[in-house]
Nanobody, 116 residues
């Protein structure tokens, strides 16, 4: 059974940094993309960053230049390095893995709060 477990969230002051991790357990075949989404209170879930099975990455305009998505295939883990955090980055962050046959796996989410 596949499980995605996020970690690394917490409370940070504006301008600070956090690194989120998402470790996958179980076998996932034919991964197409690994993504980070976030959902703030009262808002829809939005795509933050994605990395394909190659090296292609893309980011939401609101995080470009501040966030970096990466992966470690040996550890079956995807990361989101978040720098220069702003209060508007406050949300629950979810990792997602999608396969080539459109199977989608989700983590349970990790809370990120940016506040002084």
């Amino acid at each position: 059974q596949v499980q995605l477990v996020e970690s690394g969230g917490g409370l940070v002051q504006p301008g600070g940094s956090l690194r989120l991790s998402c470790a996958a357990s179980g076998s996932i075949f034919g991964i197409y993309a690994r993504r980070w989404y976030r959902q703030a209170p009262g808002k829809q879930r939005e795509l933050v960053a994605a990395i394909t099975s190659g090296v292609s990455t893309n980011y939401a305009d609101s995080v470009k230049g501040r966030f970096t998505i990466s992966r470690d295939n040996a550890k079956n883990t995807v990361y989101l390095q978040m720098n220069s955090l702003k209060p508007e980055d406050t949300a629950v962050y979810y990792c997602n893995i999608e396969t080539v046959v459109r199977t989608s796996y989700w983590g349970q989410g990790t809370q990120v709060t940016v506040s002084s």
